[in-house]
């Protein structure tokens, strides 16, 4: 049985370097500088890091590069965590499924760029997002039918907010793919979208 347990920062041990941790399953292409920027605009965190328990702090077994980003960005809410082991003192735990989460209506998308961009490249990729959005409502899809809030916090960092909508994931992927590939066929270059490498 998958058990859950909801942490503080505190209670983990961060990685101090999260280059040396493996990049596994749960941490597949995250760029940790990347994700810390992501982080601090989001709503939601982004994997269930696994933790390993009994005792304070517990040390993260997977998911250490997003929970050293969360530490980079200030994050200040509580993470839902896999517990391996013994619960620690004090905690209560839930089992996968006993306690479902939705998430938000809108969530909040970053996307970082190779270089800074110039005011008419950010305009280009915020036109080109808003064409996105148009095809996914005239298609009926939920998720990002509509896109708003675009923040440029950097030259090559891009904050924006769009519906959520898991039943149309696969599409979304496609489209954003054929999105950023052309904008690079122009010269603008993504690195991360939502701190993660782009492929």
Do not use: Y
């Not at 942490?7 to 101090?16: G, R, T």
């Not at 200040?76 to 896999?82: A, L, N």
């Not at 998308?109 to 996105?132: N, P």
């Not at 959520?164 to 979304?172: C, E, K, Q």
């Amino acid at each position: 049985m998958t058990r859950l347990i909801d942490v503080e920062l505190a209670d983990l041990i961060i990685p101090p370097d999260p280059h040396g941790l493996p990049d596994t399953g749960v941490d597949a292409g995250v760029l940790p500088r990347d994700m810390a920027d992501h982080l601090r605009a989001a709503k939601v965190f982004p994997v269930a890091p696994t933790v390993r328990g009994p005792r304070l702090p517990m040390p993260v077994i997977g998911g250490g590069r997003c929970v050293w980003a969360a530490a980079q960005a200030g994050w200040d809410r509580p993470i839902q965590c896999v517990l391996l082991g013994a619960t620690p003192p004090g905690f209560t735990t839930t089992a996968l499924g006993d306690a479902p989460r939705n998430g938000p209506a809108q969530l909040v998308h970053s996307a970082s760029f190779e270089g800074e961009l110039s005011a008419a490249m950010r305009q280009e990729v915020i036109a080109r997002m808003r064409q996105l959005a148009a095809r996914m409502a005239r298609a009926g899809l939920k998720g990002f039918s509509r896109v708003d809030d675009f923040r440029w916090p950097r030259p090559d960092l891009l904050h924006l907010s769009a519906p959520s909508g898991a039943g149309n994931v696969p599409v979304l992927g496609r489209e954003l793919w054929a999105l950023f590939d052309g904008l690079a066929s122009d010269g603008i270059v993504l690195r991360a979208w939502d701190g993660r490498r782009f492929l």
